[in-house]
């Protein structure tokens, strides 16, 4: 029945150019019976074609319209939302409409978050800043009256101690927070002081005339603390510490044993540590005259440039160790003239130096009966000294002025699960290489009375990188941080404080 339909249709259709009375007259008026034809649920639908097709429900003939790429992506992002992973659903939903539509507000809202949470870190910045400035200040006022040669360095070397006793124990402890040179032993007398700082802001609060003011701006440390101290020795947290430190020894007769074979039983263990660039990093810093004391078989050596500096002098405790020293710097610098090598330790080091008519070798370096150094380095060496604090301040003591003493060593580590571990290990290590591992490298550098000028730890903090100078003299322009070169007068920075 319905191919009859469709015959008929189209016989109506073309019956104009079919008829026959069209070959004599094509004005002819042609009477027409039709047949009418009426249709019911049928879709008339276009597919990629531009002429319509009438598809029937039950035909074969259906057509259906490929899908977009909009729909496709509609139907799977509504199949994840069902996806009985929660991560799934999630990631679902940061693709649908309704969140991309919400987006923006998000995007505001967050942004908001950060410029105040940015503006608040700020805040804090400038405030530590300016506690930090004041208390530099009022650390080095003497500074102005001691003499100086025409750079700004002072002509005598003073200890930093000279500088601290300038502000009350409080204020030196939060110096130490600020500067991130707090040390481990400092930490139980800091947590001291933090308590009796919680109680005075609750006595400062509990006036309502103070209910909207900052403590931190109305606190003065100078008036508060100013002849108060607090006693270690009641302290049981740095008690504790100091039972962990392992007495000091002279190690020259172990390194005298241990010389033919050191660097062979040793080279594996800086391999993987990656030693080689920090010695690279050290020997980097060396120029001018330089002294290495405790430098061990002259593992240094292969990354020294004598282009860099006017004299090397080489100082260690052990004579076996001091001829592979000199052995290696001959094979590897054989025509280089100003090279000293001086057995000795670090702690008679001003004997040394003072004395020329009994250490030619030192005398023909410098001429001069006062020896002095523009640089003095060493590497691994103050857990083996057997007095360190006076060791470095020999080395302090033979600094030029503006001169720097760059120091490589391995110590306690910032997490105390670490320092557990080097605690439980020191005594082995120090019977298998002669060095007291689980020393405090801050604290003995403290101790000694030098400045530090650059302190990075590397390796979970165990490795110290320390370049130090003597007290008062000024900075160079490339050891100043981001925010004194850039927010700073940089004239008044590299000037000795005031």
Same mark, same amino acid.
């Given at each position: 029945m319905f191919k009859q339909r469709n015959q008929q249709l189209f016989r109506l259709i073309n019956l104009k150019i079919n008829h026959p009375l069209s070959a004599f007259s094509a004005?002819?008026?042609i009477a027409i019976k039709t047949i009418p034809i009426s249709f019911s649920n049928k879709q008339f639908i276009r597919s990629n074609s531009?002429?319509?097709?009438?598809?029937? %429900?039950?035909s074969k003939f259906y057509v259906r319209r490929k899908k977009t790429h909009e729909e496709i992506h509609e139907e799977m992002i509504n199949k994840k939302l069902k996806d009985p992973s929660k991560m799934v659903r999630l990631g679902a939903y940061f693709q649908t409409k309704k969140f991309n539509k919400n987006l923006t507000k998000y995007l505001v809202l967050a942004y908001a978050v950060f410029i105040l949470y940015g503006s608040y870190h700020l805040y804090g910045i400038f405030i530590k800043q300016k506690e930090l400035t004041n208390l530099n200040n009022k650390k080095y006022k003497l500074n102005s009256s001691f003499e100086k040669d025409d750079k700004g360095n002072n002509l005598k070397t003073y200890s930093i101690? %000279?500088?601290e006793k300038n502000l009350n124990e409080y204020e030196n402890i939060r110096l130490k927070e600020l500067t991130g040179k707090l040390r481990e032993r400092d930490i139980p007398k800091l947590n001291a002081y933090k308590e009796i700082l919680k109680e005075k802001e609750t006595e400062f609060y509990s006036n309502p005339e103070n209910k909207n003011k900052k403590f931190i701006e109305h606190f003065d440390a100078t008036k508060e603390f100013n002849g108060f101290t607090i006693n270690n020795d009641d302290l049981p947290e740095y008690l504790e510490y100091m039972k962990r430190m392992l007495p000091a020894r002279d190690t020259s007769p172990f390194f005298d044993d241990k010389a033919s074979s050191y660097d062979s039983e040793i080279?594996?263990?800086e391999f993987f540590l990656g030693l080689g660039s920090r010695r690279k990093w050290l020997m980097k810093n060396a120029h001018g005259d330089v002294l290495e004391v405790a430098s061990g078989t002259g593992r240094n050596i292969k990354y020294l440039k004598p282009t860099n500096i006017d004299s090397i002098t080489y100082l260690d405790s052990s004579p076996k160790m001091m001829n592979e020293t000199n052995k290696k710097f001959r094979e590897k610098f054989p025509f280089y003239k100003k090279a000293a090598f001086v057995v000795g330790r670090a702690e008679d080091l001003l004997k040394l130096a003072g004395n020329t008519a009994e250490n030619n070798k030192i005398e023909k370096v410098s001429q001069s009966h006062k020896v002095k150094y523009d640089t003095i380095i060493e590497s691994f060496g103050i857990c083996s000294h057997e007095d360190p604090v006076k060791s470095i301040n020999n080395m302090l003591e033979l600094l030029k002025p503006g001169g720097r003493l760059v120091l490589l060593e391995h110590g306690r580590s910032t997490y105390s699960s670490?320092?557990?571990?080097?605690?439980?290990?020191?005594?082995?290590?120090l019977s298998t290489w002669g060095c007291r591992a689980n020393l405090d490298i801050g604290a003995i550098l403290d101790d000694s009375g030098v400045e530090i000028v650059e302190e990075k730890r590397h390796q979970f903090g165990t490795l110290w990188c320390i370049v130090a100078k003597r007290p008062g003299d000024p900075r160079r322009y490339d050891e100043l941080n981001f925010y004194e070169k850039y927010f700073t007068n940089v004239d008044d920075v590299i000037k000795p404080l005031k």
């Open positions: 004005s002819a008026p531009t002429d319509p097709y009438i598809s029937y %429900d039950n101690k %000279d500088f080279g594996t263990e670490l320092n557990n571990y080097l605690d439980k290990r020191a005594p082995k290590r």
